[in-house]
């Protein structure tokens, strides 16, 4: 036995790794939602509930493109970090899932949101009751349910959210399959700085309507608790089935958009072999260089 193989983690390892992928790749969904939500819902509240001293909107943005960033490099290698049940939709589109996955990945998804939204609140739960005095409404001035999940921004019509979860999840697809296409060339242990890149772009340019969820686990999964909180008004706030748009809206805005780059630009890329002969024969040969030389 090695000196590495002696090690406590590794001999933990060694009993407790799961030989079974799907079983592994759920473990890896459900632990990496919830760092991602826990460390994200904490921005939130922290943002909402210190009225912009302790963090402000670009502070937000820069806080879940981190903790994406961090999440997806702790599972990428495991399940791929999806950790989002629209990507995980997607990627079963473009042949990277299993169908009878999706909504397995989608449950171990939302259930590790739910968990991270009673960890963000247990540790909050005394700052809750100075901003609030104990008493938990849903919104208003001392309403604190939007540091759980999106509610829409009161210029938006009754369509609006679902276009804007559209369009984000759209740019959210779009680019994670530039990232994520191997003609494009992009090391993939840099692929989890970029989607956190990306999410921060998103939360700067696409976040005044709703908040950009972006995610139907990560604001599901916080709902669904927040109803023990605050009861079944958080399914009828601002006004009733408001919820569909943030839990459904994003599934058609991830094809739209990932399949838009397919069609767009990635049916153009060419194969790597073929940029590599190109090159070659765009580069002058050594009789023609001397004569560049010379002249």
């Known amino acids: 036995m090695t000196a590495k193989e002696d090690t406590l983690p590794e001999r933990l390892r060694f009993h407790g790794v799961h ?27 922290q943002f909402h509930a210190g009225g912009g001293k302790t963090t402000e909107w670009i502070g937000v943005n820069i806080g879940w493109g981190f903790a994406i960033m961090f999440a997806v490099m702790a599972t990428a290698r495991m399940s791929g970090g999806h950790l989002n049940p629209a990507v995980s939709l997607l990627l079963w589109s473009l042949g990277h899932l299993k169908l009878a996955w999706v909504p ?97 772009m998103i939360g700067t340019g696409f976040g005044m309507n709703i908040g950009y969820p972006i995610n139907p686990a990560r604001d599901l999964g916080p709902r669904l608790f927040s109803y023990f909180i605050y009861g079944p008004g958080v399914f009828h706030s601002p006004y009733p089935n408001y919820w569909i748009a943030p839990a459904l809206a994003p599934f058609v805005g991830a094809l739209v958009g990932g399949w838009f780059y397919h069609l767009s630009l990635g049916m153009h ?15 002058p040969k050594p009789a023609e260089q001397q004569k560049l030389l010379q002249a």
Request: a negative charge.
């Open 19 to 45: 030989t079974n992928i799907l079983w592994r790749n759920l473990i890896s969904e459900f632990f990496g939602t919830f760092l991602l939500c826990f460390i994200g819902l904490s921005i939130v509240f």
């Open 104 to 200: 397995l990945y989608a449950i171990a998804q939302t259930a590790g949101a739910f968990v991270a939204s009673l960890a963000m609140y247990s540790y909050y739960y005394e700052q809750f009751d100075a901003f609030d005095g104990g008493n938990r409404s849903i919104l208003g001035a001392t309403g604190t349910a939007g540091c759980f999940a999106s509610y829409p921004s009161p210029n938006l019509g009754v369509w609006g959210p679902y276009i804007d979860q559209c369009v984000g999840t759209g740019v959210l697809a779009y680019f994670l399959c530039v990232v994520i296409d191997e003609r494009n060339q992009i090391p993939k242990i840099w692929h989890p700085m970029f989607f956190g890149f990306l999410v921060m």
């Open 269 to 283: 890329n060419p194969d790597i072999e073929e940029t590599e002969d190109h090159a070659v024969q765009e580069s």
